[in-house]
Structure formats: C-alpha cells, structure tokens
C-alpha cells in the first residue's frame, strides 16, 4: 500500500523559507510524478507543482520565483522549499503521487493524483 | 491558464436520488491523443482529496459505479446515479490538460 507523509514546522515567520517533506512508502520515488497541492480558504485547492521521476519539475508560475521541488532518491522523499513567506501562502499542503506516463511515453498513461498524503498544515506569522 | 468553474457551490440531495455537478474550463481539454484531461476528486470532511474520476469518464480504483464522469472539450459533468451518506464532502474538477494545473472552486454535496 502507497503512503506519503509530509511533515513540516507548522509555523513559519514571515520572510523565512518554508521547507516541507513528503515521505514515501510503498512506491520509489524514482518511478511517478510527484506533486504538490494546497488549500487554503481564501484560494481553495491550488496546485503547487510536480516533480517527475527523472527530475523534471513543473512549477506553479505564481510561485516558481520562490519555490523548489526535489526528490531524495536515498530516502525516497519529495521536498518543497517556499522563500519568503507571507501570510498568503498560510495552507494546507499536500503531496500527492500522480500516475502518468508522460506525454511522450509510447505506452500512454494517466490515473490522476491516486495517492495523497494527509496533509500538514503551514501558518504564516510572527 | 485555464479557468474551471463549476456548479452548483452547494448540492443538497435525499438519499438514493441522484445528483449531478458541472464544470466548464476556458479552453479544450481534449488532447491530440483523443483523451480529455480532467479529473474529479472528493474531499470528505477533514480528509486528504481523492481521485473519482480521470481522463473525464475514467473511474478510480475501488470508486463504485454510481459515480460516472462525462463529457469532452470544455463541458463536463459527474453524475451520482443513487446519492449515499458517504458521499457528502467537496467535489473539484481539475484540468491536467497543462501546467499550472488548475482546480474548480468546488462543489458541497449536503444531505438533505
């Protein structure tokens, strides 16, 4: 059975850098996309990013200045650093595992974010 | 980006009728390959989104088979043939058509 965990520091000072980490169990890291969704009221669900499995990230245009994906292959984690917090990015933050091929694998395919982790919540204050 | 909207915001509904959510995007979601990318996810009250739906009619593993996706291009719509108590909770399309992915504002399903 596939079970992300993130965990994280919960509160975050404006300004500083926001780190996050997705531990995965049952799945490699090294095979699947990797994401990053959050939810806050004001903005609802609002994807972050992905990682793939062989390190290529997609970022949220609206926080790629401030934002890093990677992957620790030794212990298959997802991590996400966030610079220069504010009060905006206060949420919810979940990883999610998405199964997908690509869009140029000869042998196509795509389930969706199947897996997600249960949530860590990140507040935003001084 | 591509802008999803969905409807209702709230779905009041009696047990074993049916109910249905609508969910429009500002651009085609239909790709070259012939599939259309959009998922439908529930989140239940203080639970974790989960995937219902994939490549607009796809069900999920383990979904039963009263939720049903259709729909193509811009227009999209899941159906709950007999509504459950379980099935209460927060409905979101999302596109994964490109990047940023984009989720709907979501829709509250209540039972009456």
């Known amino acids: 059975q596939v079970r992300l965990q993130e965990s994280g520091p919960g509160l975050v000072k404006p300004s500083e850098t926001l780190s996050l980490i997705c531990n995965v169990s049952g799945d490699s890291v090294t095979s699947d996309y990797w994401s990053w969704v959050r939810q806050s009221p004001a903005k609802g669900l609002e994807w972050i990013g992905y990682m793939t499995h062989s390190g290529v990230t997609k970022l949220n245009p609206s926080l790629k200045s401030r934002l890093t994906i990677s992957l620790d292959t030794s212990k298959n984690q997802v991590s996400l650093k966030l610079t220069s917090v504010s009060a905006a990015d206060t949420a919810v933050y979940f990883c999610?595992?998405?199964?997908?091929?690509?869009?140029?694998?000869?042998?196509?395919?795509?389930?969706?974010?199947?897996?997600w982790g249960q949530g860590t919540t990140v507040t935003v204050s001084s | 980006d591509i802008v999803m909207t969905q409807s209702p915001l709230f779905l009041p509904v009696t047990p074993g009728e049916p109910a249905s959510i609508s969910c429009r995007s500002t651009q085609s979601l239909l790709h070259s390959n012939g599939n259309n990318y959009l998922d439908w996810y529930l989140q239940k009250p203080g639970q974790s989104p989960q995937v219902l739906i994939y490549l607009g009619s796809k069900r999920a593993s383990g979904v039963p088979d009263r939720f049903s996706g259709t729909g193509s291009g811009t227009d999209f719509t899941l159906k709950i043939s007999r509504v459950e108590p379980e099935d209460v909770g927060v409905y979101y399309c999302m596109q994964a058509l490109q990047t940023p992915r984009s989720f709907g504002g979501g829709t509250k399903l209540e039972i009456k």
């Open positions: 999610a595992r998405v199964r997908w091929s690509g869009w140029y694998s000869r042998n196509h395919y795509y389930y969706g974010m199947d897996v």
